[in-house]
């Protein structure tokens, strides 16, 4: 950005936020006339739907998307996807049984292991976190075996 432009912003910006400032001012100047109105972010209805790639020795490629639309990328209004994991034994039935992995804001999350944990099997669950940190419904659990 060049000085010029950089000088530009901040006078429009102090235009913008000037309380004198009218929407027919702003008309005339050519300045976005803001709707002072906000669309609130939804709480997300969605979950996300997890893969797991094996393919990396005690790795696992954890990727994520929409339930609802089948395709990369996270729904309008949500941060990211929040992963928890359970290491071993049986699927778990509720998150309480896990424990947080870490929060994504785009697939794929990379969770790397010892080398204690090779050979055992690890299960996966994720739900979306709204930018207003709203949480959607918890995903299936997905679970896969960590190569040695």
Known sequence: MTTLESADRSLVNQV??????????????????RSGTSMPTATPTSHPTLSVDTSERLRHVVRFMDSVVLKRGKPVGVFGCELWHKLGGAPPVDFKECLPLGTDTASPYLAEYEGTEAGKVIHYLG????TRGEYGPWSPVVSATLTG
């Open 16 to 33: 913008q936020a000037a309380p004198s400032t009218t929407d027919a001012d702003r008309e005339a100047m050519q300045l976005t006339v």
């Open 127 to 130: 739900r979306w976190v709204s």
